[in-house]
T-cell receptor, first 114, second 115 residues
Framework: GNSVTQMEGPVTLSEEAFLTINCTYTATGYPSLFWYVQYPGEGLQLLLKATKADDKGSNKGFEATYRKETTSFHLEKGSVQVSDSAVYFCALRGGTGGGNKLTFGTGTQLKVEL | GAGVSQSPRYKVAKRGQDVALRCDPISGHVSLFWYQQALGQGPEFLTYFQNEAQLDKSGLPSDRFFAERPEGSVSTLKIQRTQQEDSAVYLC?????????????FGDGTRLSIL
C-alpha cells in the first residue's frame, strides 16, 4: 500500500536559515503530493501541492518539487522565520488503488529561534 | 466563508461509554473524510463519504466505530464501548470533488480522552 516517510524531528534552526525537510513516498501510479502544516493549537492547513511529476508547488516562500524518479517531495524554504515554527506533514493521495484518502507521514516539528 | 467545524473540541469519557463526534463540512463539499491522529503521529484514515454514501470504511479499527452522513452534509462518528486506545484527536476533512488533486480542508479536530 501507499506510505510516506519523513525525516524525524525536531529540526531546530536559526532565523533566516535554509530549511529542507525530506519526504519520500511509496506508491504505484501517479499520486498527488501535499504538504500540510499544523501551527501550535491549530488544525491542519494545506501548505502546497503538486499533482504530476516535475510539478513544483509553492506558497509562503515554501517550495517542493514532485520527483518521480526519486519518489521524493522535499520541502524547502530559503529563509525561515520564527513564525514558521510548526509541525509539517507530507502526504499523498491517489495513485493506483490509493483511492481518495490521504496517507500522511509522521510529521516533522520545526523550531525556529532568534 | 466558514471552514470545517467539529464539535465538541474536547471530550472526556469513561471506558465503556459511547461517544458521538460531529463534523460540519464546508457547504457544498461532496467528499468528507474522518482521520484519527495519535499523539506525535500523522493522521490515519478512518472512512470516506461521497455525499451520503460511505464509499470506504477500510480504516475503521473495529466494529465499535461507526460513521454516518445521512443527508450528505453533517457527519457523525460514533464510538461504542470506548477503550483507552481510542484516545486520540479525531479530524474531519472535506473537499469539493473526488479528483486526486483536490485538497482536503481540515477542521480543528476533537480531542478524545478515555479514562
Amino acid at each position: 500500500g501507499n506510505s510516506v516517510t519523513q525525516m524525524e524531528g525536531p529540526v531546530t534552526l536559526s532565523e533566516e536559515a535554509f530549511l529542507t525537510i525530506n519526504c519520500t513516498y511509496t506508491a504505484t501510479g501517479y499520486p498527488s503530493l501535499f504538504w500540510y502544516v499544523q501551527y501550535p493549537g491549530e488544525g491542519l492547513q494545506l501548505l502546497l501541492k503538486a499533482t504530476k511529476a516535475d510539478d513544483k508547488g509553492s506558497n509562503k516562500g515554501f517550495e517542493a518539487t514532485y520527483r518521480k524518479e526519486t519518489t521524493s517531495f522535499h520541502l524547502e524554504k530559503g529563509s525561515v522565520q520564527v513564525s514558521d515554527s510548526a509541525v509539517y506533514f507530507c502526504a499523498l493521495r491517489g495513485g493506483t488503488g490509493g483511492g481518495n484518502k490521504l496517507t500522511f507521514g509522521t510529521g516533522t516539528q520545526l523550531k525556529v529561534e532568534l | 466563508g466558514a471552514g470545517v467545524s467539529q464539535s465538541p473540541r474536547y471530550k472526556v469519557a469513561k471506558r465503556g461509554q459511547d461517544v458521538a463526534l460531529r463534523c460540519d463540512p464546508i457547504s457544498g463539499h461532496v467528499s468528507l473524510f474522518w482521520y484519527q491522529q495519535a499523539l506525535g503521529q500523522g493522521p490515519e484514515f478512518l472512512t470516506y463519504f461521497q455525499n451520503e454514501a460511505q464509499l470506504d470504511k477500510s480504516g475503521l479499527p473495529s466494529d465499535r466505530f461507526f460513521a454516518e452522513r445521512p443527508e450528505g452534509s453533517v457527519s457523525t462518528l460514533k464510538i461504542q464501548r470506548t477503550q483507552q486506545e481510542d484516545s486520540a484527536v479525531y479530524l474531519c476533512a472535506s473537499s469539493t470533488g473526488t479528483g486526486g488533486g483536490q485538497p482536503q480542508h481540515f477542521g480543528d479536530g476533537t480531542r478524545l480522552s478515555i479514562l
